[in-house]
């Protein structure tokens, strides 16, 4: 078992919440240390090589620059940061945690573990993306006809990005598009197609026309430790405005609660809203 070395707070999870978090405690005196499970920290960023327009005052950066920045920050202030270091089953009352090296306890744990896109009945392949961002750029859509199968801001987005890279593409939507009417507006020049369907990834084929690649953008879903057995809602963990849980002394933020909508700014404000309301409480 590792020794607990005072710590105050656990934090699962190394994407703007879960970073902004963490700096935030430790600049209000207190002792976290976070834990990522992959080999680098900026949550679902990392997989952007595109450029961010959504975080008010910065301009010019890419999703990976600005997963850079916040690991930079973090590592100025000494954060205790462990990657490569899932947590592989969390205690139900969230004061212990096992990873690969021992066990980790702390009076307060925060949960910033993120979502990932869902992948429906689809599997990863050379010719089909899983969500947005990283599995779009390395698919190969010059000169083919790529189907982007969804409706929301992110079906939309990456049909443009197909678009721009001299792909054919097709979206499918069940519904009528949920996407912002801006990012709607910006393509209107590719083909939609409403109503059900039936994709088909073994013959490449929806609703028996064929393609020679899939985007699959169904949404997110949260990712949850094993062990703990949190209110959900919707699917994500149900949290109050401080971001308590129906756990006491676990807490979560960002996008794995989907309290607010889903974009850097507004999971580093969660972490944030976080991290203050655990000092307040271990000032008392």
């Not at 973090?74 to 969390?90: F, K």
């Not at 990873?99 to 979502?115: E, I």
């Not at 698919?139 to 990456?158: H, M, S, T, Y």
């Amino acid at each position: 078992m590792s020794g607990n070395k005072n710590r105050d707070v656990i934090i699962i999870g190394g994407g703007p919440a879960g970073l902004s978090c963490a700096i935030w405690l430790k600049k209000l005196g207190l002792a976290p240390v976070l834990l990522e499970a992959s080999d680098r920290l900026g949550g679902l960023q990392t997989r952007s090589p595109y450029e961010n327009l959504w975080i008010p005052g910065v301009q010019g950066r890419t999703g990976q620059e600005v997963a850079a920045s916040l690991a930079a920050h973090a590592d100025a202030l000494s954060v205790e940061v462990r990657i490569n270091t899932p947590a592989l089953w969390v205690s139900e009352d969230g004061l212990a945690m096992q990873t690969d090296a021992g066990f980790l306890f702390a009076p307060y744990l925060v949960l910033a573990t993120g979502s990932t896109p869902r992948a429906g009945r689809f599997r990863p392949a050379a010719n089909v993306a899983i969500g947005p961002g990283a599995a779009m750029e390395a698919l190969e859509v010059r000169g083919r006809k790529v189907a982007i199968l969804g409706g929301g801001d992110n079906a939309f987005d990456q049909a443009r990005f197909v678009r721009d890279r001299g792909g054919q593409v097709t979206i499918v939507s069940r519904k009528a598009p949920r996407a912002q009417k801006l990012l709607q507006n910006m393509i209107t020049d590719v083909r939609v197609v409403i109503g059900d369907y039936t994709a088909d990834q073994v013959g490449m084929t929806v609703n028996g026309e064929s393609f020679d690649a899939f985007g699959v953008m169904y949404g997110f879903e949260a990712v949850v430790p094993e062990g703990l057995d949190l209110r959900r809602l919707d699917g994500y963990i149900d949290v109050d405005r401080f971001g308590a849980t129906s756990v006491p002394g676990v807490y979560a933020c960002g996008e794995v609660t989907n309290y607010w909508h889903p974009c850097v700014t507004t999971a580093a404000a969660h972490g944030v809203q976080v991290a203050k309301q655990i000092s307040l409480i271990l000032a008392r």
